[in-house]
Nanobody
Framework: QVQLVESGGGLVQPGGSLRLSCVAS????????IGWFRQAPGKEREGVSC????????NYADSVKGRFTISRDNAKNTVYLQMNSLKPEDTAVYYC????????????????????WGKGTLVTVSS
């Protein structure tokens, strides 16, 4: 079992930046990839980005392409989400999760096989 803990959320003005961290502990070699997801009030949880543990392949939802960057530091068992040019519609609780599928299908990022989840970190984009 892998345990995940997110951090780095907060209040930021539109156009600003934040970097989220997701630290993994436990069986940290026992997952295919890590994904970032978000859930805004009254909306369903959606996939934002993912990264494969072994080869570092990354994928992004269309809504964040060009603004968000996912990266990993395997030595620290940490995955980061650098968020730039933030918009009010990026406001949500952000979660990380282990996953078994991190790929692109018909030009759209696909996230599947989520197993372990963190408890989330709140990002609020507001002036």
């Amino acid at each position: 079992q892998v345990q995940l803990v997110e951090s780095g959320g907060g209040l930021v003005q539109p156009g600003g930046s934040l970097r989220l961290s997701c630290v993994a502990s436990g069986f940290t070699t026992n997952y295919y990839g890590i994904g970032w997801f978000r859930q805004a009030p009254g909306k369903e949880r959606e996939g934002v980005s993912c990264i494969r543990r072994n080869d570092g392949t990354t994928n992004y939802a269309d809504s964040v392409k060009g603004r968000f960057t996912i990266s990993r530091d395997n030595a620290k068992n940490t995955v980061y989400l650098q968020m730039n040019s933030l918009k009010p519609e990026d406001t949500a609780v952000y979660y990380c999760a282990t996953l078994k599928v991190c790929t692109v299908v018909r030009d759209r990022a696909l996230f599947a096989g989520m197993a372990s989840w963190g408890k989330g970190t709140l990002v609020t984009v507001s002036s």
